[in-house]
């Protein structure tokens, strides 16, 4: 079975910081990537980052372009994303997201989502 443990979410003032982390546990065969999406109240989830595994690719949304910064350690499945010079409109449920392949097979790729961790930005 496989898991997406998030952690690092909480409470920070305007302009503070905060480092969100998430790990892919369980068996699987190939991660093409991960990444991380938020979902504010009254709101549709919405894309924030990702990276790809094997390469140095990486997107951001328009909205955190020089503020966020996702990195990863591949061999520990492992995803961060380090949030800088936040603002209570980054206030959401962040979401982890994982694209994998659980075999050889093509048809064997799947979307894996976290449980969410909530940030907060007020002062």
């Known amino acids: 079975q496989v898991q997406l443990v998030e952690s690092g979410g909480g409470l920070v003032q305007p302009g503070g910081s905060l480092r969100l982390s998430c790990e892919l546990l369980g068996n699987i065969f190939n991660i093409v990537a991960m990444g991380w999406y938020r979902q504010a109240p009254g709101k549709q989830r919405e894309f924030v980052a990702k990276t790809f595994m094997r390469t140095p690719n990486r997107d951001y949304a328009d909205s955190v372009k020089g503020r966020f910064t996702i990195s990863r350690d591949s061999a520990k499945n492992t995803v961060y994303l380090q949030m800088n010079s936040l603002s209570p409109e980054d206030t959401a449920v962040y979401y982890c997201?994982?694209?994998?392949?659980?075999?050889?097979?093509?048809?064997?790729?799947?979307?894996?989502w976290g449980q969410g961790t909530q940030v907060t930005v007020s002062s």
């Open positions: 997201w994982a694209a994998a392949y659980v075999s050889e097979a093509a048809s064997s790729r799947r979307d894996y």
